[in-house]
């Protein structure tokens, strides 16, 4: 590999790993968001319906304490998952060099397979297997990466996780929750809530759809129509329970 094709395979490589970095912050926030936005949304429009005008307090006082409960959880959550990849990933390659070890002729094999499905020549093949194999740690790493299907995850990823999810949570659930501090009657503080909360979910759902190649309108309606249907029905649970 000549020098000007050794900088673009760099170049292209670390390329790739911001691109991953950005689509895990992304994925984090969508997932701390969604639900920030939703569960409290329909947490306020339930007391709404059960509390009277006098005790508006106890809404965003238990708006507030569910977001906290919930950002936490959520960002616990994501720390657990990302904990879980590492470990994954670590049991996955102790197991890969013990193969090498015991049984390579047959990794070796692998290896062949994979350069014969790009459709190279035997005798490539043969050379490509033997270049690959000369090192254990690259060879190792490319059985992770086309054998296995796995990259491997930055060690720091858990804490990033649980920070993004934890505060796009806390962010997401104070979009419907603020309202209640500024009115003096519940209805009026739902119907404010309400208003402010579709509006975002409408443009959460439209980027959301973009980022997943979904069509971004019907995606948008359809995350609005579900947090709706959520306040809603939590909304007509506390008035039933009421009477």
Same mark, same amino acid.
């Given at each position: ?6 900088? *673009?395979? !760099? !170049? @292209? ?10 689509s ?5 926030i969508?997932?701390?968001?969604? @639900? ?7 947490l ?9 005008p006098? !005790?508006?307090?106890?809404i965003?006082?238990?708006g507030?304490?569910e977001?906290?409960?919930?950002s936490?959880?959520m ?7 990302g ?8 049991? #996955? ?14 990794e070796k *094999?692998e290896?062949? #397979?994979?350069f014969?499905?790009?459709g190279?020549?035997? @005798?490539?093949q043969? *050379? ?5 194999t000369?090192d ?10 086309y #054998?296995?299907?796995? @990259? ?10 649980a920070?993004?999810?934890g505060?796009?949570y ?15 009657e519940?209805?009026?503080? /739902? ?6 909360? /579709?509006?975002? /979910? ?12 979904? !069509? ?6 359809r995350?609005?129509?579900?947090g709706?249907l959520a306040a809603?029905?939590?909304f ?5 329970? *009421?009477?």
């Amino acid at each position: 590999m000549n020098q000007e094709s050794s900088l *673009q395979y !760099h !170049h @292209d490589m670390k390329h790739t790993e911001e691109h991953m970095r950005s689509s895990d912050i992304l994925r984090d926030i969508v997932i701390g968001m969604s @639900d920030g936005l939703t569960v409290p949304f329909a947490l306020a429009a339930g007391l709404s319906g059960a509390v009277g005008p006098a !005790h508006i307090n106890l809404i965003w006082i238990a708006g507030l304490a569910e977001i906290a409960a919930g950002s936490i959880a959520m960002g616990l959550g994501g720390y657990l998952a990302g904990n879980t990849e590492v470990d994954h990933y670590n049991s #996955e390659l102790k197991r890969e060099y013990d193969e090498v070890e015991r049984v390579p002729d047959m990794e070796k *094999q692998e290896v062949k #397979e994979f350069f014969s499905n790009l459709g190279l020549s035997q @005798d490539v093949q043969e *050379q490509a297997v033997e270049e690959m194999t000369k090192d254990k740690d690259r060879w190792v790493e490319f059985m992770m990466k086309y #054998e296995l299907g796995l @990259d491997k995850p930055d060690p720091r990823r858990a804490r990033k996780s649980a920070f993004n999810i934890g505060f796009s949570y806390i962010v997401g659930g104070m979009i419907p929750l603020s309202p209640y501090f500024f009115v003096t009657e519940s209805l009026t503080g /739902l119907k404010i809530s309400a208003v402010i909360t /579709l509006i975002c /979910l409408f443009i959460f759902g439209y980027f959301k759809s973009k980022m997943t190649n979904v !069509h971004p309108l019907g995606g948008a309606i359809r995350v609005m129509v579900i947090g709706a249907l959520a306040a809603g029905c939590a909304f007509g649970v506390a008035k039933l329970i *009421q009477h």
